[in-house]
């Protein structure tokens, strides 16, 4: 049965349904959001703050105190490819990174329809290799996002494969996007518990057209589902019951397992859409980022 708290949540998500870009454009939406934020919002002080550019991105370090100099995460924000800045992100990151205590590096990477497909992941992976150029060991970073985030996660994973680049020690993807290409599965069955990518704010097959107007939606790095998995590094992907991408999780979890990759899957029961953001609202999101941080060091979450 769920928590108390996470029941309060719900109350306040279906009396303030998340907002809808369709209503005033991507772009409108994502300046209003960001505009909210003091440019200095930081809700962990303990943590040090770090604006950089990695290769030319604009990123940010977030460093809790006494995480190891030797090991990094990057971290890739969701908002179906065209939502999210550095201090939207910053709001459910900083908590997160408190718990899992790795200094994280959070990537601003360009975003759809202003720079559609490749622009966001070539900024993802422009990033990755200015750590290794930095001096981190593959072996000591690891990858991270939820939704659209976790779609380049894995996206960046495939790319790195393919193009015989060193790959990171870790992946951990929250609810990402895997199949692009059709409306099936969750996709649409599970719309009636979805509270959180409301079927008129995000349609998985129209967002990835915006994003990637002139490439095939099967293409793997549209849809990671359909790429070769073997050899990707040992993986978490994390996923709640009552969103409609549970399938792109189930689907990819089972295609890695056959296809040789250390997975593991995390289900959280009546969870939302990438439910373990909200680290700060409810007890089941902070226990899964323990179990996040489990999996980053190398233990069975």
Request: with cysteine.
């Amino acid at each position: 049965m769920p928590s108390e708290a996470f029941d309060r949540f719900m109350g306040a998500l279906r009396s303030a349904p998340c907002e809808n870009p369709n209503r005033i454009g991507h772009a409108a939406l994502r300046a209003l959001q960001d505009s909210r934020i003091p440019e200095d919002a930081l809700p962990c002080p303990e943590l040090q703050r770090e604006p950089c550019a990695l290769n030319g991105v604009p990123c940010e370090w977030l460093r809790p105190p006494g995480a190891p100099l030797q090991r990094a995460l990057l971290y890739i924000h969701g908002g179906g490819w065209s939502l999210g800045t550095l201090k939207t992100t910053r709001l459910f990151l900083a908590p997160m990174v408190r718990r899992i205590g790795l200094n994280t590096v959070s990537v601003g990477y360009r975003l759809m329809p202003e720079h559609p497909f490749p622009a966001g992941l070539d900024d993802c992976l422009a990033a990755y290799t200015a750590l290794l150029e930095q001096g981190f060991a593959p072996r000591d970073l690891a990858l991270m996002g939820e939704s659209a985030g976790g779609n380049l996660v894995l996206a960046l994973a495939l790319r790195l494969k393919d193009e015989g680049l060193p790959p990171p020690g870790r992946l951990v993807a929250m609810s990402p996007v895997t199949y692009a290409d059709t409306l099936e599965g969750s996709h649409t069955s599970l719309i009636p518990l979805e509270h959180i990518l409301a079927d008129d704010s995000f349609v998985v097959t129209k967002a990835a057209r915006l994003y990637a107007p002139h490439t095939p939606p099967e293409h793997p790095y549209i849809s990671p589902l359909y790429g070769a998995l073997g050899g990707l590094p040992p993986l978490l992907i994390t996923v709640g019951t009552d969103e409609i991408l549970f399938d792109d999780a189930l689907r990819f979890y089972q295609k890695a397992r056959l296809s040789g990759v250390d997975a593991t899957l995390l289900v959280g029961d009546h969870m939302v859409h990438s439910w373990p953001i909200f680290s700060e609202r409810f007890p089941e999101a902070a226990q899964a980022v323990e179990q996040i941080a489990q999996f980053l060091q190398g233990r069975t979450p």
